[in-house]
């Protein structure tokens, strides 16, 4: 199933831990590029973070954010370092000495200093794997996301392909007409040249012509390129860099048919071609 690169997804659990939210925003982009922002206590996520996306992504520029909000019993406990605040009120019972007068701190005093408190270290590993647990949902919800914006687009290409098919079929039912109508004006103008045609010179001037003016190799690869577009439609792979090359295959038959016509309804035609190949291009810029 074709997926497109175009998603968001939203996950919060709640629980004795506190509260866990990722959120996934993802673009399109030629390749797989993660962005991270993680809470600084469980920076260490980072490198399991990115192998779960890698594993289950492989296109596109993927913003993937964790919130944490411990609760009230996960927070660490303070604690006084008792040995440090010996030693700034012996230094400080020092310099009273030395200056000769006393000054005694008190304990507010003391706790600005840095290293006075302590915070005990939390056990953070239930919380890392409830984080991960909670970014597979996520994940799951994200891909969800892509493969229903991809179905969509597929329904628009496989439409555009049905258009395109119809726009080849006129240009050779056309053809015909073309050509005999191009036979007629140049025998008109040999006409006014020349009182008595040479046959076989007319012949061979519309042989030539005829050769420049044919376009069967060109509907027939137009063909051959919009069943392979239909055909990668249906793989259950990353298609979008495949259909971009066919993007660019058919648009330069288009132009080949364009430049080769000598009638207006084909000129027509060649620019509505190229107009549905220009909209299934941008389209295709959305799929993995």
Avoid at 202 to 217: H, T, Y
Wanted: with cysteine; charged share 35%; aromatic share 2%.
């Amino acid at each position: 199933m074709i997926k497109s690169m175009t998603a968001f997804a939203r996950e919060t659990r709640t629980g004795d831990l506190g509260e866990l939210a990722w959120e996934l925003r993802s673009v399109n982009h030629r390749f797989l590029e993660p962005h991270l922002r993680l809470p600084e206590e469980l920076r260490a996520l980072e490198p399991a973070v990115r192998d779960r996306l890698t594993a289950r992504l492989q296109r596109g520029k993927v913003d993937c954010a964790l919130r944490y909000c411990p609760a009230l019993g996960m927070s660490g406990s303070l604690r006084v370092n008792r040995p440090f605040v010996e030693q700034l009120l012996a230094a400080g019972q020092e310099i009273a000495d030395l200056i000769g007068r006393s000054a005694e701190p008190t304990g507010f005093e003391l706790l600005r200093w840095p290293g006075v408190i302590q915070e005990q270290e939390r056990d953070l590993d239930q919380v890392t794997n409830a984080a991960l647990t909670l970014l597979d949902d996520a994940l799951t919800t994200l891909l969800a996301t892509r493969e229903r914006e991809g179905a969509r687009l597929g329904l628009l290409l496989r439409e555009r392909c049905d258009r395109l098919q119809e726009s080849v079929v006129r240009v050779r039912a056309r053809m015909p007409e073309v050509l005999a109508g191009v036979r007629k004006r140049l025998a008109d103008r040999l006409a006014e040249i020349r009182a008595e045609l040479d046959p076989g010179r007319l012949e061979q001037e519309l042989a030539l012509l005829a050769a420049r003016l044919d376009v069967e190799e060109e509907m027939d690869r137009l063909e051959a390129h919009v069943a392979e577009v239909r055909d990668v439609l249906g793989r259950d792979e990353p298609v979008g860099r495949r259909l971009d090359f066919l993007m660019q295959e058919l648009n330069r038959e288009a132009n080949t048919l364009g430049s080769k016509s000598a009638d207006v309804a084909v000129t027509r035609e060649a620019v509505e071609m190229k107009v549905l190949i220009e909209q299934m291009r941008e389209q295709i810029q959305n799929l993995e």
